[in-house]
Structure formats: structure tokens, C-alpha cells
């Protein structure tokens, strides 16, 4: 078994055919009961470093999760901080964007929701629907209030790339390391799980028509996600695509990049100096 995660993460400057990259690879655990070992354990070494994470105080970290509907963005986000200590992580959902939002530029609304130094902080969908749905369904633009001069239908992606990067460049100047997961599930996995949702009373709510709508654009994602991929994977911001029509291998493999994210920042406890020492000692004689 290749446990080597690097292989998942996007190279930059590389040209990629998201055609050509498999939704399944060998699993990373050998059983259920394997699997939820692994899990328990990852969630364990993630939860050491979360609290470094935040009594380090200097660093934030950003995941991202983009995918097409089923892939388990929900469910590998949910397995993922399983464990983790409420108070240092914060999750976001990114909807259709509210009249107060669309009169900002489009980095504005998830600008305000990025994580503080100390936290991690969770996208389920980014700004990057700038990009996809939007790319898939250019008429959306007509509602973002943006000057007429400014709605050049070929240019404006470029542009939006170049935006990504460029902000994506300055929080990690600043402190913040952003992490990019794009959950790559196939057409046919995809069908069967609007199926076990269609088949299973209580998975109704988790199904909507809109999904099945958003489906019948499958290629123009794809190409979406595959240009927009090859121009915002930076060194310094990478996406990786996770393989995804086997849920527990993808949360897996989700965990072991997190956790060397993590391990790759430079942290320590905060060390007491000699006059905080002091007063320790202090007051464990008035204690004792
Ligand atoms: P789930 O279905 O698992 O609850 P979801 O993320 O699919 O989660 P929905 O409410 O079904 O949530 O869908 C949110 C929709 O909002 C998606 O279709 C997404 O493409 C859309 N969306 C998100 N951001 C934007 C944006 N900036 N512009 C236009 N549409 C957006
Ligand atoms: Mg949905």
C-alpha cells in the first residue's frame, strides 16, 4: 500500500486532465475495524496538535472543501474534526450569496470568516463557487451588481484566478495556511448516492431536484474544476484531490494531510520565563 499523500496534491504550473485521475485508489485501511482504529488515532495525534495550534497562538490554518453534491464534503468534514476542541475550530457553509454580499467584491463575505491565529477554520464551498458555478452558469454574473465595463466573460475568470492567489499569497504571508480538498467522486458514484438518498426516507432532506439539475453539467464542471485547479494550486496554497468514492479512505487520507500540514508549522508551547516561574512557584507553596 502507497500511504505517500504528496501523490494526491496538486503540482504547480502542471498541466492536469481531471479525466485522468482515478475517484478510488488502494485503501489505506484493511478493515472496518482498521479503519476506525486509524481514524480514532489520527483524530487523536490531530487534536496534540490542534491544542500546540492554539497555545503556539501565531499560526491559523484554512481548510477548504470543494466537490460536486454527495461527494462527502459533510461527512469527511464532520469525521475529520471529530474530536477536535470545539473552541479552536470554526466551520462555514457558503450558500448562494445574500443582496448584502453580492454588493461586495467576492472575496468579501468568506474574508470575513477566516479563521483567527490559534484556530482552524472550515469552508463547506469557498469562494471558489466564484469560479465553478459561476463559470458553469455564467447568467449568475448578471446579478452580481458589477460595472458593465467590468463583465468581460473572457477575461473575468483570469481575473478572479489571479485574485485567488494574490489573497491566498497574503494570508499565508500573514500567518494563515490554506489547505484545499477537492473531493473527486465519479458520475456513477454520484448516481448511486442520489439513489441510497432517494431510496432512504431519511436521507430525503439531504436530496434536492437541484442536484440532479446541477448533474446534467457534469463535463462543464469538470472543466470548471480543472482549470480552476491548475491556476490557484500555489506552494504556498496547495489543493489536493482527494479520491473519493470510497468515503472512509477519503477521510483517511483527508486526516494524514491535515495532520503533516500541522506537523510542517514551526510551534511550541509558549516556555515561562524566569519571573512567571517564580511567581508559579509561589503560589504552589500558598497551594500546598
Ligand atoms: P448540502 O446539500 O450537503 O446541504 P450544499 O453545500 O450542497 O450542502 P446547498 O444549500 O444544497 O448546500 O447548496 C448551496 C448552493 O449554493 C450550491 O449549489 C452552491 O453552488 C451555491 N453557491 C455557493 N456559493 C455560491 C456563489 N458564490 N454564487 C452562486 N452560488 C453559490
Ligand atoms: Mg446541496
Known amino acids: 500500500m502507497n500511504k505517500s499523500i504528496d501523490r494526491f496534491m496538486v503540482q504547480e504550473g502542471l498541466h492536469l486532465l481531471m479525466a485522468d485521475i482515478p475517484t478510488e485508489v488502494e485503501p489505506f ?50 469525521h475529520v474534526m471529530s474530536g477536535i476542541n470545539p473552541q479552536g475550530c470554526q466551520v462555514y457553509s457558503f450558500k448562494q450569496p445574500s ?19 490559534g484556530r482552524i477554520g472550515i469552508f463547506n464551498r469557498s469562494y471558489y463557487e466564484e469560479v465553478l458555478v459561476v463559470r458553469v452558469h455564467p447568467e449568475i454574473l448578471d446579478n452580481q451588481n458589477l460595472p458593465e465595463e467590468l463583465l468581460d466573460r473572457k477575461g473575468i475568470w483570469e481575473n478572479r484566478y489571479r485574485s485567488i492567489r494574490d489573497f491566498e499569497d497574503h494570508m499565508v504571508r500573514n500567518g494563515t495556511r490554506i489547505v484545499k480538498f477537492y473531493l473527486h467522486i465519479s458520475k456513477d458514484e454520484q448516481r448511486k448516492r442520489f439513489l441510497a438518498r432517494i431510496d432512504n426516507p431519511e436521507k430525503h432532506w439531504k436530496f434536492s431536484s437541484s442536484d440532479v439539475k446541477e448533474r446534467n453539467h457534469w463535463d462543464d ?14 506552494a504556498a496554497a496547495p489543493w489536493y484531490i482527494i479520491p473519493a468514492d470510497d468515503k472512509k479512505n477519503a477521510r483517511l487520507i483527508i486526516s494524514h494531510i491535515v ?11 509558549p516556555s515561562s520565563g524566569d519571573v512567571r516561574r517564580a511567581d508559579l512557584d509561589t503560589i504552589r507553596k500558598m497551594l500546598d
Request: charged share 30%; net charge negative.
Open 99 to 117: 443582496a448584502e454580499e453580492l454588493d461586495h467584491d467576492f472575496l468579501w463575505r468568506t474574508t470575513c470568516r477566516l479563521p483567527e491565529r
Open 29 to 78: 485501511y484493511k478493515s472496518k475495524n482498521d479503519y476506525e482504529k486509524n481514524l480514532n488515532d489520527l483524530t487523536e495525534e490531530m487534536s496534540n496538535l490542534q491544542e500546540l495550534l492554539y497555545a503556539h497562538n501565531r499560526y491559523a490554518l484554512l481548510l477548504i472543501f470543494q466537490a460536486m453534491d454527495a461527494a462527502g464534503k459533510d461527512g469527511a468534514i464532520r
Open 221 to 234: 464542471y469538470m472543466r470548471a474544476y480543472q482549470e480552476c485547479l491548475q491556476a490557484t494550486a500555489t
Open 259 to 269: 495532520i503533516s500540514v500541522l506537523k510542517s508549522l514551526k510551534m511550541q508551547y
